[in-house]
């Protein structure tokens, strides 16, 4: 079982960038399937990036591909969501998961961290 604690959100204005950690403990990070998700108030949540543990490969949401970039930090294990040229409709609460497989449900969650985007 691992334990998830995202951090680094905060206020920042249209254009401006943001760097979110999510800090593994428990097992180690290189275990599971990673991803980033976020809902923003009033809406479902929503997929935002991947890390596949089989084979490293990232993914991502059309809404966010070329400003959002997902890494792990092994040795921190710790994975980050870097986001830049951020926009007011990427206000919502980002949350990491982690699963045990590469397909189907996330096994655990964190309990997210607010991003707020000022236009």
């Known amino acids: 079982q691992v334990q998830l604690v995202e951090s680094g959100g905060g206020l920042v204005q249209a254009g401006g960038s943001l760097r979110l950690s999510c800090a593994a403990s428990?097992?180690?990070?290189?275990?599971?399937?990673m991803a980033w998700f976020r809902q923003a108030p009033g809406k479902e949540r929503e997929f935002v990036a991947r890390l596949s543990k089989t084979n490293g490969i990232t993914y991502y949401a059309d809404s966010v591909k070329g400003r959002f970039t997902i890494s792990t930090n092994n040795a921190k294990n710790t994975v980050y969501l870097q986001m830049n040229s951020l926009k007011a409709e990427d206000t919502a609460v980002y949350s990491c998961a982690a699963r045990y497989r590469s397909f189907g449900t996330y096994d655990f969650w964190g309990q997210g961290t607010q991003v707020t985007v000022s236009s």
């Open positions: 428990g097992r180690t990070l290189s275990s599971y399937d």
